[in-house]
């Protein structure tokens, strides 16, 4: 079983639309977590870390659940813009632990 | 620019050769990372530096890979020996700092091809 899985892709989805991305991790220890937006070719930037209360940044909400060890993202009123591959990504030491990375998923929002 | 930065950004090289790719990361942060992406999948760690200390290394750095972080400024990676499955784009991180930071920063990658 990988460590940390997410929805296979790719999600094609119109102008506007909402759209999740669930990911689950396999070790109850994970310290910290986040999301990284990956476009073609380039390398993973950070979007948002993962709060057990969620948060929110502008059109992108993050939650957690811990007891679930399930991690999801939720995109609303989606732009061109958002077309990239989503990486679920969790850190069992934190601070200074290696990334565990989930193997992305591909959205592609069309006009 | 003040980001992570890696040299080349991409190299061609045949079976046997041996490879070297530089990281120079973030001027105050005292961690750096080397991580490793093929296609189609999230990156995979491979080994991590605090200051000139390496403190882990993956199974996946097998005996043909080696780091260093000599000053704890920048780092290489070496890979001796290459196969065609060390093609792949090498991605460095760096992190911490003053601030104690935990946020990994990413370099724009060294994508290898092995011939």
């Known amino acids: 079983r990988k460590e940390v899985e997410q929805d296979p892709g790719p999600f094609n989805v119109p102008e506007g639309a909402t759209v999740a991305f669930n990911c689950t991790y396999s070790?109850?220890?994970?310290?910290?977590f986040f999301w990284y937006r990956q476009d073609c070719r380039k390398e993973p930037k950070l979007l948002m870390s993962?709060?057990?209360s969620g948060n929110e940044d502008g059109r992108f909400t993050a939650q957690l659940n811990r007891a679930s060890q399930y991690i999801s993202l939720l995109i609303r009123d989606s732009k061109l813009s958002d077309s990239a591959t989503y990486l679920c990504?969790?850190?069992?030491?934190?601070?200074?632990?290696?990334?565990?990375f989930g193997q992305g998923t591909e959205l592609s929002v069309k006009p | 620019d003040t980001g992570v930065s890696q040299d080349p950004r991409h190299k061609i090289t045949k079976r046997g050769q041996n490879v070297t790719f530089r990281c120079d990361p973030i001027?105050?942060?005292?961690?750096l990372y080397w991580y490793r992406q093929t296609l189609g999948q999230g990156p995979e760690f491979l080994t991590y530096?605090?200051?000139?200390?390496?403190?882990?290394k993956s199974r996946l750095l097998s005996d043909r890979f080696s780091a260093e972080r000599p000053k704890g400024s920048f780092s290489t990676l070496e890979i001796q020996r290459t196969e065609q499955g060390d093609s792949a784009m090498y991605l460095c991180?760096?992190?911490?700092?003053?601030?104690?930071?935990?946020?990994?920063?990413f370099g724009p990658g060294t994508r290898l091809t092995v011939l």
């Open positions: 070790n109850s220890a994970s310290q910290s």
């Open positions: 993962v709060y057990s």
């Open positions: 530096f605090q200051n000139e200390a390496q403190l882990e």
């Open positions: 001027s105050e942060h005292n961690r």
């Open positions: 990504v969790v850190n069992i030491i934190a601070p200074g632990g290696k990334l565990i």
């Open positions: 991180a760096s992190s911490g700092g003053l601030a104690g930071g935990d946020t990994q920063y």
